[in-house]
């Protein structure tokens, strides 16, 4: 956390905000690739509890 905040801060003081832009969306990139890796992960796991428990005749 702390390399990230510092990048940031240097591109603000040496006006480069191209490069903050990019660093804001590269972070905010690997956000929804993790959110979004939870969720499909989530769901498989579910439809595979749910198969389980038809098996077993649990539902």
């Keep these: 956390m702390p ?3 510092f990048v940031m801060t240097f591109a603000v003081s ?5 490069a903050g832009i990019l660093f804001a969306m590269t972070v905010m990139f690997g956000v929804a690739l993790t ?3 939870v ?3 989530s ?3 579910r439809e595979r509890l749910v198969d389980h428990r038809r098996i077993a005749g649990l539902i």
């Design 35 to 37: 959110l979004s890796c």
């Design 14 to 18: 040496e006006a480069f905000r191209p």
């Design 43 to 45: 769901i498989r796991f």
């Design 3 to 5: 390399a990230r905040t």
């Design 39 to 41: 969720v499909l992960l």
